[in-house]
């Protein structure tokens, strides 16, 4: 009953959203989308290994979430292998290279120049962005400088919003197999010399049932969510080469993570402003960035019984408010024939907390906690792209950060009495550190080039791993305010073959050293009491946070592209990493083992057809081998493959027909396994159909 009520809605918001008249044009399949207004990567850039993800490039992909997208790329990954749709919102971090990816992630994901980062916890909000509204995404891989660069020490993930171009509609419904409402729009329009886009969307869905049927009990639900965000973007024209770009936008999540107590809710507000003076190489160019964000957390951990008959609580995250703010400056110069210097300085202030009921022995919660602090970062910058010789461009940054942690809190009371059980004195933490990055790309002929780079970079712990401990089921881990900043030292090398425009071949060498990696580290296993954490119970673990000593990550990124004349196309990626501890003082077990949620091969392909001039179908195939849930490689994540197939047909000027199948042959993924050996999926097939309409 309730899917054929979805079907109504589903009919009633697609005739709300298609109103406007047929009669308008509509955009071609492969049209060339413009981001808003910012200054352009210098040539020299071209050094270090960057993927750039067009809106044709989205908008052919099966999957709805941009965070599903990215992670179909080698190298890409969140904390586990379920996507934003399924997956807990603490574990959306992303990484890149898949060095030891964690909730947190080790990589800075920018909208517009400004950080998507949880100010809390470092994971991102992936079902707050409409993938419609993005004009492009890159992904930089490897530390550098730039804004904000104190996060990205894995690299960096750029997305570029569509620029406000005069009177525009679009807009797309879409439904699932999971009894799925996906609704999205655009309405643009200019005033005076500025222009204005607001966009919506709205998210219901049933999801699936995460427990494969073989361990399924009655206590267990699929994992349903929805999701709403809204964004105003205006673009104001103050001169020829000036122009002001502001956003204020909103966003709330509500799940249920796969029973009917397991819930957890997320709001969102940010507000940025970007003032960006390019003169390209007639005189000086200038950005100035000023961001805030806002957000509020509530998540409920529940403890399931051996028979999954029914639940009980153990970790009620009532409220998790935390704040962002931040600024960023820089200058370019046009010097020489065609070399640029860049100096910027950019400032970061994050805090949150935590209050969370705990100690539910059966008769309800009977303590208290909060926890959490501040965190402050100030940085500056220089970079130099040039010129060495025609067909050799060279580039250098250096960056020097200074970073605070300060106001750490972890006290705990007795709900019943008021009483002060534990009341940590946490001292303020500060450094100052300094990295850079060094890359040359030189023509080897007219259809081969050779790309060499060298970086560092380091991460600040998130105010969530310093201070707050959590619990999944029966596994406990605790927090650590000692933690050192992570530090990452790396070089690669990079080979690209252009014969000819249908032909594109790619190979990356790279080597980086992760050192003082934050890694959850495991220290007993139940049963058994072990302070100061208490009793862990049969089949769970208690783990801490600590810094590995010494990570060693090495592998070999290849690409292959060829177009087999202008109706097929062929994409091969593939990724082999091997990322192993190579020093631990603290527990000398874990050296030779690989980080957990490391997979050794990656690889993709993708056969896509265009038949015809309005019509696009894609097939797209991915294989991710073993990897290991703990840090003792003793719980080992099977490897898969899966199969999705898109297709599109523009079958009237204005209105495009999408079709898709998400794991088309029904794969089993495993995304998690507890220390009694039960099983969770990361995804099922998925059958989804829609309309898209544009003008």
Same mark, same amino acid.
């Given at each position: ?72 790329? &080698? ?10 749709? !399924? ?67 894995? @690299? ?31 309405? @643009? ?55 002001? !770009? ?285 302070? &100061? ?65 490391? &997979? ?96």
């Amino acid at each position: 009953m309730r899917r054929w009520w979805r079907t109504r809605r589903c009919g009633a918001l697609l005739t709300l959203l298609l109103g406007p008249p047929a009669s308008a044009v509509a955009a071609p399949l492969e049209e060339i989308v413009v981001s808003t207004a910012r200054l352009s990567e210098p040539a020299a850039h071209e050094a270090y290994a960057v993927t750039r993800l067009s809106a044709a490039d989205l908008a052919a992909r099966p999957q709805a979430r941009l965070d599903a997208i990215l992670t179909a790329l &080698p190298g890409v990954s969140l904390f586990r292998r379920a996507d934003s749709r !399924v997956a807990h919102p603490t574990t959306q971090g992303v990484t890149l290279r898949g060095i030891g990816p964690n909730g947190a992630g080790r990589a800075l994901v920018l909208l517009d120049g400004v950080p998507l980062n949880d100010p809390f916890g470092g994971w991102v909000a992936w079902s707050a962005i409409d993938t419609g509204s993005l004009a492009a995404v890159e992904i930089r891989r490897g530390s550098g400088t730039g804004a904000f660069a104190s996060q990205a020490l894995t @690299g960096t993930v750029v997305l570029e919003t569509r620029r406000p171009d005069g009177r525009a509609f679009r807009g797309r419904v879409r439904t699932d197999s999971d009894a799925t409402i996906d609704v999205a729009g655009a309405v @643009g329009a200019p005033i005076g010399r500025t222009r204005l886009l607001l966009t919506g969307q709205y998210f219901d869905s049933d999801g699936f049932m995460p427990v494969p049927r073989a361990q399924r009990g009655p206590v267990d639900a699929a994992a349903a969510s929805r999701a709403s965000h809204a964004a105003l973007l205006g673009e104001s024209e103050l001169g020829d080469s000036l122009t002001l !770009v502001t956003r204020l936008a909103w966003f709330g999540e509500r799940r249920t993570n796969g029973t009917p107590l397991a819930r957890n809710a997320t709001d969102g507000i940010d507000a940025s402003l970007r003032l960006v003076a390019d003169h390209a190489r007639a005189g000086p160019s200038y950005t100035l960035t000023l961001y805030g964000s806002d957000r509020d957390f509530s998540n409920l951990f529940t403890a399931v019984d051996a028979a999954r008959t029914g639940e009980r609580p153990v970790l009620d995250q009532f409220a998790v408010p935390s704040r962002g703010a931040g600024m960023s400056a820089s200058v370019r110069w046009p010097l020489l024939a065609a070399d640029t210097l860049e100096i910027g300085a950019d400032w970061r202030r994050l805090e949150g907390t935590t209050n969370e009921r705990f100690r539910n022995l059966g008769a309800g919660f009977t303590r208290l906690r909060r926890a959490g602090g501040d965190e402050r970062f100030l940085g500056l910058w220089a970079d130099y792209a040039g010129t060495l010789a025609p067909g050799t461009v060279w580039t250098a940054a250096l960056r020097l950060d200074r970073w605070r942690a300060f106001n750490g809190l972890r006290r705990e009371s007795d709900l019943a009495s008021g009483a002060i059980l534990r009341d940590d004195a946490i001292a303020d933490r500060a450094g100052t550190l300094v990295n850079g990055r060094v890359g040359l790309r030189t023509g080897l002929s007219d259809a081969v080039y050779l790309r060499l780079a060298a970086y560092s970079g380091f991460r600040l712990p998130t105010i969530n791993e310093f201070y707050r401990p959590f619990r999944v089921g029966n596994d406990i881990t605790e927090a650590n305010p000692a933690l050192d900043p992570e530090r990452l030292y790396g070089y690669e090398a990079g080979l690209r073959y252009d014969p000819a425009p249908p032909l594109h071949l790619g190979i990356d060498v790279y080597r980086n050293r992760l050192e003082n990696a934050v890694g959850n580290i495991t220290l007993a296993e139940g049963p058994g009491v072990f302070p &100061p954490t208490g009793f862990v119970p049969a089949g769970g673990s208690l783990r801490r946070r600590h810094n590995i000593d010494r990570v060693r990550a090495q592998g070999i990124e290849s690409e292959a592209r060829l177009a087999l004349g202008p109706a097929v196309a062929l994409v091969f990626r593939h990724l082999y990493s091997r990322t192993r501890v190579r020093r631990n003082a603290a527990a000398p077990a874990l050296v030779g083992k690989r980080l957990p949620q490391s &997979p050794k091969q990656t690889l993709s392909l993708s056969v896509q057809l265009a038949p015809g001039a309005d019509l696009r179908i894609a097939l797209w195939g991915r294989y991710v081998s073993d990897q290991f849930e703990d840090d003792r490689n003793s719980r080992k994540l099977p490897s898969y493959a899966t199969l999705d197939l898109s297709a599109s047909w523009r079958f009237a000027p204005a209105f495009t027909l999408r079709l898709a199948a998400e794991n088309l042959l029904d794969a089993t993924v495993v995304n998690r396994i507890t220390g009694d050996g039960r099983v969770t999926r990361a995804r099922s097939r998925r059958l989804s159909g829609g309309l898209a309409y544009a003008f």
